[in-house]
């Protein structure tokens, strides 16, 4: 933490003895930090390895089982090809996401300020929730046909509800007194919105925003499993069928860097926006 | 001792008096709640002169909170009169003449220290008065230069309730109401902080009214004591403070000090 010191003539205090334990202290973390990262790469390239070798000495044959290898090279021969069936799967997934994150977003205002309309709401959007993807997603592509708008509904609907009860929660997460702060200070109702309640909620928000992140992508692929002719989802569907094993492993590593580019992406915008919030910052 | 001659001199004219801060004349407040109506003041009546320092002191649920919210137009009152700073509260808290400290500092946790102490200049635009106070000056005077850019959550519990008087004072209020700021604080940064309030007291010259559980802070603090009582909340005593000036926290070994403390406590007890 970089603050002030306020006790500088402690400093020259220190003796030899302490500056060695504090490097000491320094060197301890520094290591502890290069465990944390290079601990699971190796459990990653360990894991690799004993599956490149199972395959080996089983003689397993590439359509049940590929290795490695495998799977790497057609990733890297059919890079072109898979990036290609990449684009529509992130249109979807990034459309949904907006989509339905700013509906859950204006439906939690509503919620917020309008009681009548979450007890009216509400239940029927517990029970949309309970609806498994795989159950709603055909109906979704016989309303909207079989291009880009279900999948972009299946994707929204998908990320929608988590969004909308960590919002409605967030806005609510203000402390009565700092309503009270506000009504001495005379502030109108969209400054509370404003200064107070949207502030609050972020760090609710960013939590949904990244478990939408994830589940948008889901949604992309799982609305092409319905019905489409390229995309992540209908790839997946095509490898399965000609049973080319490598290529459906090669897809889903593409699928799966996306989803945590996607991830990352949000979690970077989380720290940017919420460089205020303790859990972020320690 | 008692209030009640005081205020059977005072009233009966309904003169607005602009040597005082804050009148209160037969203030009721009830609360309907699940198990009935809750009378959580009762026929309070109390008068704090201009630039007076008034604690309160009194158990849990006498309606010390709730006192200090009908002076702050928070709360309504359910029948009697409340003057303050010569109209009506609702009137002074528009014009940003009354500050409010909290029980917690309630701090906005994505402003720096200086930005919350600026929070009142933000919001309410067309209230806003012209006279509003330096911000980095407030943070001074509460000891905390230095500190204008740090986060609440980098500040320990007295910093933050440092940074929540300098906001309360930035529009240069004539009335500061303090819920038990100091509550949740060690005694020994509770004995500075105490100190230090005294010394903003003169300095600003307003009137404070300052809600407590601890008999030494009201008797440190206050040229007056209120003693209340609980369920209803209503006045006991009113003990004026004869303790020379400028306080400072070795005041509380002195045998006058200990003798009013022990007065205090006996009323107390007495609730």
């Given at each position: 933490m970089s603050m002030p010191a306020l006790s500088s003539h402690d400093a020259s205090e220190?003796?030899?003895?302490?500056?060695?334990?504090?490097?000491?202290?320094?060197?301890?973390?520094?290591?502890?930090?290069?465990?944390?990262r290079l601990l699971p790469l190796a459990a990653v390239i360990a894991l690799l390895v004993l599956w490149e070798l199972g395959v080996m000495i089983f003689k397993i044959r590439p359509f049940i089982a590929p290795a490695?290898?495998?799977?790497?090279?057609?990733?890297?021969?059919?890079?072109?090809?898979?990036?290609?069936?990449?684009?529509?799967?992130?249109?979807?997934?990034?459309?949904?996401?907006?989509?339905?994150?700013?509906?859950?977003?204006?439906?939690?205002t509503t919620f917020v300020y309008q009681r009548t309309a979450e007890e009216a709401l509400f239940p029927i959007a517990v029970m949309f929730h309970t609806i498994p993807v795989m159950a709603y997603a055909p109906i979704l592509v016989l309303l909207l046909g079989n291009g880009l708008e279900a999948k972009v509904a299946i994707a929204a609907l998908i990320c929608f509800f988590p969004t909308l009860v960590n919002m409605t929660r967030g806005l609510r997460s203000v402390s009565s007194q700092q309503m009270e702060l506000m009504r001495i200070l005379s502030a109108t109702p969209s400054e509370i919105f404003f200064k107070l309640r949207l502030k609050s909620s972020l760090p609710y928000l960013f939590s949904a925003l990244k478990i939408a992140s994830a589940t948008s992508v889901i949604g992309a692929i799982v609305?092409?499993?319905?019905?489409?002719?390229?995309?992540?989802?209908?790839?997946?569907?095509?490898?399965?069928?000609?049973?080319?094993?490598?290529?459906?492993?090669?897809?889903?590593?593409?699928?799966?860097?996306?989803?945590?580019?996607?991830?990352?992406?949000?979690?970077?915008?989380?720290?940017?926006?919420?460089?205020?919030?303790?859990?972020?910052?320690? | 001792m008692s209030i009640m001659s005081q205020t059977t001199v005072l009233d009966r004219t309904p003169v607005r008096d602009e040597s005082l801060a804050v009148r209160l004349q037969d203030v009721t407040v009830r609360f309907p709640t699940e198990r009935g109506?809750?009378?959580?003041?009762?026929?309070?009546?109390?008068?704090?002169p201009s630039g007076g320092f008034l604690t309160l002191l009194g158990p849990s649920g006498c309606g010390k909170s709730t006192l200090l919210r009908v002076v702050s137009d928070l709360i309504p009152a359910t029948s009697g009169q409340v003057e303050v700073l010569g109209t009506t509260a609702a009137a002074a808290r528009a014009r940003r003449d009354i500050g409010f400290v909290f029980q917690d500092a309630s701090l906005l946790a994505w402003r720096t220290a200086?930005?919350?102490?600026?929070?009142?200049?933000?919001?309410?635009?067309?209230?806003?008065?012209?006279?509003?106070?330096?911000?980095?000056?407030?943070?001074?005077?509460?000891?905390?230069?230095?500190?204008?850019?740090?986060?609440?959550?980098?500040?320990?519990?007295?910093?933050?309730?440092?940074?929540?008087?300098?906001?309360?004072?930035?529009?240069?209020?004539?009335?500061?109401?303090?819920?038990?700021?100091?509550?949740?604080?060690?005694?020994?940064?509770?004995?500075?902080?105490?100190?230090?309030?005294?010394?903003?007291w003169e300095e600003t010259g307003a009137t404070i009214l300052f809600v407590t559980h601890s008999i030494y802070e009201a008797?440190?603090?206050?040229?007056?004591?209120?003693?209340?009582?609980?369920?209803?909340?209503?006045?006991?005593?009113?003990?004026?403070?004869?303790?020379?000036?400028?306080?400072?926290?070795?005041?509380?070994?002195?045998p006058q000090f200990i003798a009013l403390a022990a007065h205090l406590r006996t009323v107390l007890e007495a609730c």
């Amino acid at each position: 933490m970089s603050m002030p010191a306020l006790s500088s003539h402690d400093a020259s205090e220190i003796t030899s003895a302490d500056a060695e334990a504090q490097a000491g202290f320094a060197a301890a973390a520094r290591l502890a930090a290069w465990r944390r990262r290079l601990l699971p790469l190796a459990a990653v390239i360990a894991l690799l390895v004993l599956w490149e070798l199972g395959v080996m000495i089983f003689k397993i044959r590439p359509f049940i089982a590929p290795a490695p290898t495998a799977v790497a090279m057609t990733l890297y021969g059919k890079l072109g090809m898979l990036l290609g069936n990449l684009l529509p799967t992130a249109i979807e997934a990034v459309a949904g996401f907006l989509i339905g994150n700013s509906a859950a977003i204006l439906l939690a205002t509503t919620f917020v300020y309008q009681r009548t309309a979450e007890e009216a709401l509400f239940p029927i959007a517990v029970m949309f929730h309970t609806i498994p993807v795989m159950a709603y997603a055909p109906i979704l592509v016989l309303l909207l046909g079989n291009g880009l708008e279900a999948k972009v509904a299946i994707a929204a609907l998908i990320c929608f509800f988590p969004t909308l009860v960590n919002m409605t929660r967030g806005l609510r997460s203000v402390s009565s007194q700092q309503m009270e702060l506000m009504r001495i200070l005379s502030a109108t109702p969209s400054e509370i919105f404003f200064k107070l309640r949207l502030k609050s909620s972020l760090p609710y928000l960013f939590s949904a925003l990244k478990i939408a992140s994830a589940t948008s992508v889901i949604g992309a692929i799982v609305g092409e499993w319905i019905g489409a002719t390229t995309g992540i989802g209908a790839l997946i569907i095509q490898a399965t069928y000609n049973f080319d094993s490598p290529l459906l492993y090669a897809t889903i590593v593409v699928g799966s860097a996306f989803s945590a580019a996607f991830f990352a992406v949000i979690s970077w915008l989380e720290r940017y926006f919420l460089k205020w919030n303790v859990a972020q910052t320690a | 001792m008692s209030i009640m001659s005081q205020t059977t001199v005072l009233d009966r004219t309904p003169v607005r008096d602009e040597s005082l801060a804050v009148r209160l004349q037969d203030v009721t407040v009830r609360f309907p709640t699940e198990r009935g109506v809750v009378t959580a003041l009762e026929r309070v009546s109390l008068t704090i002169p201009s630039g007076g320092f008034l604690t309160l002191l009194g158990p849990s649920g006498c309606g010390k909170s709730t006192l200090l919210r009908v002076v702050s137009d928070l709360i309504p009152a359910t029948s009697g009169q409340v003057e303050v700073l010569g109209t009506t509260a609702a009137a002074a808290r528009a014009r940003r003449d009354i500050g409010f400290v909290f029980q917690d500092a309630s701090l906005l946790a994505w402003r720096t220290a200086l930005e919350n102490v600026q929070l009142p200049l933000e919001v309410g635009g067309r209230s806003k008065r012209g006279g509003a106070r330096d911000a980095r000056e407030l943070l001074a005077l509460v000891g905390l230069t230095g500190w204008e850019n740090a986060y609440p959550h980098e500040l320990s519990g007295g910093m933050r309730q440092r940074v929540a008087i300098a906001r309360a004072l930035i529009n240069d209020p004539k009335l500061l109401l303090m819920d038990e700021p100091f509550g949740a604080l060690d005694e020994i940064k509770r004995d500075r902080l105490n100190e230090e309030l005294l010394r903003v007291w003169e300095e600003t010259g307003a009137t404070i009214l300052f809600v407590t559980h601890s008999i030494y802070e009201a008797a440190f603090l206050g040229q007056q004591v209120m003693l209340m009582a609980a369920r209803p909340g209503r006045v006991r005593e009113i003990v004026p403070v004869d303790l020379p000036s400028p306080r400072r926290v070795a005041l509380r070994e002195t045998p006058q000090f200990i003798a009013l403390a022990a007065h205090l406590r006996t009323v107390l007890e007495a609730c």
